[in-house]
């Protein structure tokens, strides 16, 4: 199946509804992308895991190894890894039952998309969290 992303509505209600956030492959170097992002989108309101087995903390925040070392649920699974380790981080969001799975631009899977959405999980790929989250205008609820 082709890779279909969510119109800017449910994006919109993505980002609204979900507010934890692990970024896979997350920087501890200001200059990487990742960083950017995942800073902003603290600024936001979201809360940030960073998710990077080579450093022990970024923006304050300490690092866990994997996305199975997180204790709680994760709404979102950014990832900032290339294409070709979707697959695996595809079944570790599925084995930890994240909601969102959402690859940042350049970065896509057909089989691990189709493999997310038969599980069940929300998939966008390709695409900005930080673009995206600014176009729409939302921001995160607080849970219960």
Known sequence: ?????????????????NRRIAVVGLSDQPERSSYGVAKAMKAAGYEIIPVNPNIDATLGIQAVDSLEAIEGHVDIVNVFRRSEHLPDLAAQTVKIGADVFWAQPGVTHEEAYDYLKANGVKVIMDRCIKVEHSMTGASPHPHG
């Open 1 to 17: 199946m082709a890779i279909e992303n969510p119109d800017r509505d449910e994006l919109k209600r993505i980002l609204s509804n």
